[in-house]
């Protein structure tokens, strides 16, 4: 129950950022009009000198910059944080340092539309939960205290900042865009914008929106439920298998690998297929999913082989791997256009506060009981989700234009 109270911690830290993101890129984005150079502006100048609106613009590419360069030191503080053995207090503040700054870097990120990149940067996530593991468990294998692991994961925290320096350093072509703009909004707010057309003076909007519907509530509900339980079984599975299953301490943490890898294939591979695939494709491909990962759920509850969970494990991580990419898919193509990100965000957020919420029960529920309960709390979460799959719309709901004056 104690080690699952981080994943609440990751629920507060995910919540506050995504809360924060757009006053974070609003005061980062910041610059002058009036300077002539060509280079990302301190928004603690801008702060403390109190400028007039009218004399400051917004930069996109600089406050993406920023954000990178800013709250990729969150991977750094948190590993020092972690290693410094100060106890549990100290490290549930390091799971809300490194989830907040996780979700103000993601925020900049987030596409109105998915692409193959979109789920390729899914993919990539995944690896990195591969790797992780065996590390560490072939640092605990050879003796070495804990804490050497997150001293060690230091360097790799240097090496990506300075990459994403380089990589995310905009451009001249990027700043003069955005300065471009500026002072065309700049202009257009002084009252120098040009007359009204009738495009835009007696024309009303046309916006298109599927009729019918799913709410965002049911995809918000659908992201909390699956988080939640691909949460509990990757987070819990090594106590699981070292409780009921007599596993090896020494090898049973390469499972959470094995569910990884399953996860960073399923999704790398999703990514190339989804754009050739159906509205209707997919729906009954990710139902198979659900189906096929219930099946290796009952397995592991039902045969008593560290070799056969640890096998059905890795499997879950396969057809668990395209679902959260094609659950964003469906809001894309459920929702409307001009709601894309926002109700992207909704749903990646539902998902980190499932992330939270149902580790945490199952740590309380086994911890009152016994571990041999997590596979109870496994098997109907995903037989939950399948149920609720099938409840989403087999072909895709018609457009329907709808009028809306525009606002002079």
């Given at each position: 129950?104690?080690?699952?109270?981080?994943?609440?911690?990751?629920?507060?830290?995910?919540?506050?950022?995504?809360?924060?993101?757009?006053?974070?890129?609003?005061a980062?984005?910041?610059?002058?009009?009036?300077?002539?150079?060509?280079?990302?502006?301190?928004p603690?100048?801008?702060?403390?000198?109190?400028?007039?609106?009218?004399?400051?613009?917004?930069?996109?590419?600089?406050?993406?910059?920023l954000?990178?360069?800013?709250f990729?030191l969150?991977?750094?503080?948190?590993?020092?944080?972690?290693?410094?053995?100060?106890?549990?207090?100290?490290?549930?503040?390091?799971?809300?340092?490194?989830?907040?700054?996780?979700?103000?870097?993601?925020?900049?990120?987030?596409?109105?539309?998915?692409?193959?990149?979109?789920?390729?940067?899914?993919?990539?996530?995944?690896?990195?939960?591969?790797?992780?593991?065996?590390?560490?468990?072939?640092?605990?294998?050879?003796?070495?205290?804990?804490?050497?692991?997150?001293?060690?994961?230091?360097?790799?925290?240097?090496?990506?900042?300075?990459?994403?320096?380089?990589?995310?350093?905009?451009?001249?072509?990027?700043?003069?865009?955005?300065?471009?703009?500026?002072?065309?909004?700049?202009?257009?707010?002084?009252?120098?914008?040009?007359?009204?057309?009738?495009?835009?003076?007696?024309?009303?909007?046309?916006?298109?929106?599927?009729?019918?519907?799913?709410?965002?509530?049911?995809?918000?509900?659908?992201?909390?439920?699956?988080?939640?339980?691909?949460?509990?079984?990757?987070?819990?599975?090594?106590?699981?298998?070292?409780?009921?299953?007599?596993?090896?301490?020494?090898?049973?943490?390469?499972?959470?690998?094995?569910?990884?890898?399953?996860?960073?294939?399923s999704?790398?591979?999703?990514?190339?297929?989804?754009?050739?695939?159906?509205?209707?494709?997919?729906?009954?491909?990710?139902?198979?999913?659900?189906?096929?990962?219930?099946?290796?759920?009952?397995?592991?509850?039902?045969?008593?082989?560290?070799?056969?969970?640890?096998?059905?494990?890795?499997?879950?991580?396969?057809?668990?791997?395209?679902?959260?990419?094609?659950?964003?898919?469906l809001?894309?193509?459920?929702?409307?256009?001009?709601?894309?990100m926002?109700?992207?965000?909704?749903?990646?957020?539902?998902?980190?506060?499932?992330?939270?919420?149902?580790?945490?029960?199952?740590?309380?529920?086994?911890?009152?009981?016994?571990?041999?309960?997590?596979?109870?709390?496994?098997?109907?979460?995903?037989?939950?989700?399948?149920?609720?799959?099938?409840?989403?719309?087999?072909?895709?709901?018609?457009?329907?234009?709808?009028?809306?004056?525009?606002?002079?």
């Amino acid at each position: 129950m104690t080690s699952s109270l981080l994943f609440v911690g990751t629920t507060c830290g995910f919540t506050s950022g995504t809360l924060f993101v757009p006053h974070i890129m609003a005061a980062l984005g910041r610059f002058y009009l009036s300077d002539p150079k060509l280079a990302p502006t301190s928004p603690f100048h801008i702060a403390l000198s109190r400028p007039s609106p009218k004399s400051v613009g917004h930069s996109a590419f600089q406050a993406r910059f920023l954000v990178v360069l800013s709250f990729s030191l969150g991977a750094p503080i948190t590993f020092c944080m972690m290693g410094s053995k100060q106890g549990f207090p100290t490290m549930f503040m390091a799971y809300i340092v490194i989830s907040f700054a996780r979700a103000v870097l993601t925020g900049p990120f987030m596409s109105s539309q998915i692409s193959r990149r979109f789920g390729y940067a899914f993919g990539v996530w995944s690896l990195g939960a591969v790797a992780s593991p065996l590390i560490f468990q072939l640092t605990a294998a050879a003796g070495l205290p804990w804490s050497h692991f997150y001293f060690g994961s230091l360097v790799l925290a240097a090496t990506s900042l300075m990459f994403l320096s380089v990589t995310f350093y905009p451009t001249a072509l990027e700043f003069a865009m955005d300065r471009k703009n500026a002072l065309a909004q700049a202009d257009s707010h002084a009252g120098r914008s040009p007359p009204p057309t009738p495009d835009t003076d007696d024309v009303p909007h046309i916006s298109s929106v599927a009729s019918n519907r799913t709410p965002p509530a049911n995809l918000s509900l659908f992201a909390l439920l699956y988080c939640g339980s691909e949460t509990t079984t990757q987070g819990l599975i090594v106590q699981y298998l070292l409780a009921e299953r007599s596993g090896n301490p020494q090898t049973t943490g390469y499972v959470t690998s094995g569910f990884w890898a399953g996860v960073t294939v399923s999704r790398i591979a999703w990514s190339y297929f989804s754009p050739r695939i159906t509205f209707t494709g997919r729906k009954y491909i990710i139902q198979a999913s659900l189906a096929l990962a219930f099946g290796m759920q009952l397995l592991i509850w039902l045969y008593n082989s560290n070799v056969e969970n640890a096998v059905s494990a890795s499997l879950i991580g396969v057809f668990f791997g395209p679902i959260f990419p094609a659950c964003l898919e469906l809001t894309n193509d459920l929702l409307p256009v001009e709601l894309n990100m926002l109700s992207m965000a909704i749903v990646s957020a539902s998902g980190s506060l499932g992330s939270a919420i149902f580790p945490f029960i199952t740590g309380v529920i086994t911890t009152k009981y016994s571990m041999k309960d997590w596979s109870y709390v496994t098997v109907t979460q995903a037989a939950v989700l399948s149920i609720a799959w099938f409840l989403f719309p087999t072909r895709q709901p018609v457009r329907q234009p709808i009028r809306r004056a525009v606002a002079l």
